[in-house]
């Protein structure tokens, strides 16, 4: 029965294991957030309780002898003689935020349904100390999808209930494989349209008790908590209205696997700013009619938490020429590696064979000029069979094995709905382009590897989300639009800005806190990041610079401006824009706010 009190999870260690648990403690926050530490042999805990005797106050404990669950109890009291020389930890616990969503109008299904929370052992492993190595532990709540925004909120202001949630969606992602079979509590129902969400628990303290191996120990019976004075308000970092930097923000990233991201709603609105940016239509070709807000936040959030990445880059609009492609893709890819890089991730391109040994030079001309700081891997795809992209894509051809969980597409030619491949003119240029659409058609179908594409016209692998508004808006719409949807698509004054937007909005989620730590499921204490990552971020960076010496590497390389006469002037095969330079400086602007 909830009592509207704070209430604690606990465990109850050897004086010699104290040390050792409490650093535990300190070094995983989040499922063990500490709230007392007692000394050997005493019974109460003076700032949480009045009178209180731990041998009594839990409604039933788990006696633990060289790590393993012996019995339960409901009294210590014929234990007191060994107590006299154990510790007492009282830790955290999410029942004490429950009341409070519940007054907010969230619904919280296992009081709804007279049980216990569902708990779970993951995959995720705490980070250790001395002998207390173990995996994390979580509760699931269901929670209906239009109030993720108002928990993540609340919960996130009680640091010492948990905070806000580790993970939502897929219960897979933790190690989690069935939901109707937590390891600890009740099976809980999910309601129509609810989410699953996580978040760390105390019952993590029991597993480091087994990983331990003790010869004796004792924690709370999951769910029969110890019941302090405190009203369960006083969990709350603060009762005021949060700032814009501690107001977390969910947004879904994935359907399959179902994904929500979180990030603070400063770092929102800075990122819907780039967006702003780079969505100036210098060319006045309308392109305004292809925004959808958000895009960029999204698909850099989801990147956030991918891994490896692969990068398309290539649009042959000069199909008289040798080589016949143009300058805008590259430097906007290259601006995205760059900063993947310097995120730790692992990147490589895929690009069109006829043009690979050409990208090859420039690749090495690019890393002596300072342009990106390591080679990326170069590849190439021709298409030769029906399941050349599913091998192409995925170790083995197995689905569940992928090489990369994220594609970007960046001023690539997209394939049109009558299978040809088209430059603004209306000209096919398919014989120029290889088959790496089916790519992403083929991503589309593997859980787990989401798909971005970046244009500035509609006939860009990726824009066949916004073909209709092509279609309808742009020149030659119904004859040029890509058919070949990505999970999202941005839309940039020029392709290039797209590129250097998102290498910003990866950097500027780099510096959330929020969003950190979601990011790394609320394990170990979260720091902000050090003097040298920090310096290695914001040099992975677009500059005006870096724009000028990639331009001038591609002219050297017989790269040709494709927008020449909308957008600048043509020097000596060199095409200057102004407004591009301007757009990096206010990028930089913006970015700069966030430091």
């Known amino acids: 029965i909830y009592h509207g009190y704070q209430q604690a999870n606990v465990v109850i260690l050897h004086k010699s294991l104290a040390d050792d648990f409490e650093a535990f403690c300190h070094a995983?926050?989040?499922?063990?957030?500490?709230?007392?530490?007692?000394?050997?042999?005493?019974?109460?805990?003076?700032?949480?309780?009045?009178?209180?005797?731990?041998?009594?106050?839990?409604?039933?404990y788990c006696v633990f002898k060289d790590g393993l669950l012996v019995s339960r109890v409901s009294s210590l009291m014929?234990?007191?003689?060994?107590?006299?020389?154990?510790?007492?930890?009282?830790l955290g616990c999410s029942f004490s935020f429950e009341r409070t969503l519940q007054k907010a109008g969230v619904p919280v299904r296992n009081v709804e349904q007279n049980c216990n929370v569902?708990?779970?052992?993951?995959?995720?492993?705490?980070?250790?100390?001395?002998?207390?190595?173990?995996?994390?532990?979580?509760?699931?709540?269901?929670?209906?999808?239009?109030?993720?925004?108002?928990?993540?909120?609340?919960?996130?202001?009680?640091?010492?209930?948990?905070?806000?949630?580790?993970?939502?969606?897929?219960?897979?992602?933790?190690?989690?494989?069935d939901v109707s079979r937590p390891e600890y509590g009740d099976p809980v129902?999910?309601?129509?349209?609810?989410v699953p969400a996580?978040?760390?628990?105390?019952?993590?303290?029991?597993?480091?008790?087994?990983?331990?191996?003790?010869?004796l120990a004792f924690t709370h019976s999951p769910g029969c908590m110890f019941l302090t004075d405190r009203q369960d308000s006083s969990v709350f970092a603060s009762t005021s209205t949060p700032e814009p930097d501690q107001c977390p923000l969910t947004f879904s990233i994935s359907q399959q696997p179902l994904h929500f991201s979180v990030a603070s709603k400063a770092v929102v609105q800075s990122i819907r700013d780039l967006e702003k940016i780079i969505g100036e239509d210098p060319g006045e070709r309308g392109i305004r009619?292809?925004?959808?807000?958000?895009?960029?936040?999204r698909s850099c959030l989801s990147l956030s938490h991918s891994s490896s990445v692969l990068i398309t880059t290539g649009f042959p609009t000069h199909y008289t020429h040798n080589p016949p492609e143009e300058t805008d893709g590259p430097p906007g890819a290259i601006a995205i590696a760059a900063t993947l890089q310097a995120l730790q991730k692992e990147v490589a391109i895929v690009t069109d064979h006829r043009a690979l040994e050409m990208n090859q030079r420039i690749m090495e001309d690019a890393v002596k000029k300072g342009v990106i700081k390591t080679a990326v891997p170069l590849l190439s795809y021709q298409g030769n069979s029906p399941d050349s992209a599913l091998y192409f894509l995925c170790h083995n051809g197995d689905h569940k094995k992928p090489r990369f969980d994220h594609l970007v597409a960046i001023e690539r030619s997209g394939r049109a709905s009558d299978g040809n491949y088209y430059n603004m003119r209306g000209v096919n240029i398919k014989h120029l382009v290889d088959p790496?659409?089916?790519?992403?058609?083929?991503?589309?179908?593997?859980?787990?590897?989401?798909?971005?594409?970046?244009?500035?016209?509609?006939?860009?692998?990726g824009m066949g989300k916004v073909k209709e508004a092509v279609r309808e808006h742009m020149p030659n719409g119904s004859l040029i639009a890509c058919d070949v949807a990505a999970d999202f698509a941005i839309t940039a004054g020029v392709s290039n800005?797209?590129?250097?937007?998102?290498?910003?909005?990866?950097?500027?989620?780099?510096?959330?806190?929020?969003?950190?730590?979601?990011?790394?499921?609320?394990?170990?204490?979260?720091?902000?990041?050090?003097?040298?990552?920090?310096?290695?971020?914001?040099?992975?960076?677009?500059?005006?610079?870096?724009?000028?010496?990639?331009?001038?590497?591609l002219v050297q390389h017989g790269v040709r401006s494709g927008k020449t006469g909308t957008l600048g002037m043509e020097v000596d095969g060199l095409t200057f824009h102004p407004t591009h330079s301007d757009l990096i400086i206010k990028l930089r602007d913006r970015t700069s706010q966030r430091k």
Request: charged share 15%; aromatic share 8%; hydrophobic share 35%.
């Open 118 to 177: 569902s708990m779970f052992r993951t995959s995720l492993q705490c980070r250790g100390v001395g002998q207390f190595q173990c995996p994390m532990v979580v509760t699931m709540r269901p929670v209906p999808e239009e109030k993720l925004d108002l928990v993540a909120q609340i919960t996130h202001l009680t640091p010492l209930a948990h905070g806000g949630p580790i993970h939502i969606g897929d219960p897979a992602v933790l190690g989690i494989q």
């Open 28 to 60: 995983n926050p989040s499922p063990l957030p500490l709230l007392y530490r007692s000394q050997p042999g005493e019974w109460g805990c003076p700032p949480l309780a009045a009178d209180a005797d731990i041998r009594v106050d839990c409604p039933q």
């Open 436 to 461: 790496i659409d089916d790519l992403f058609t083929t991503a589309s179908t593997i859980p787990g590897i989401s798909t971005t594409g970046i244009g500035d016209g509609g006939n860009e692998l």
């Open 189 to 194: 129902a999910l309601g129509p349209g609810d």
């Open 198 to 215: 996580f978040w760390a628990c105390g019952v993590t303290g029991v597993e480091a008790v087994q990983s331990c191996k003790p010869p």
């Open 497 to 553: 800005w797209g590129g250097y937007g998102m290498a910003c909005a990866l950097y500027i989620l780099s510096l959330c806190p929020i969003h950190q730590r979601y990011l790394h499921k609320g394990l170990g204490q979260p720091h902000p990041p050090t003097q040298d990552q920090h310096q290695a971020w914001a040099a992975s960076l677009p500059s005006v610079a870096k724009e000028e010496e990639m331009l001038s590497i």
């Open 289 to 297: 009619a292809l925004f959808v807000q958000d895009e960029l936040l």
């Open 78 to 90: 014929s234990y007191s003689g060994q107590l006299q020389d154990m510790v007492s930890f009282y």
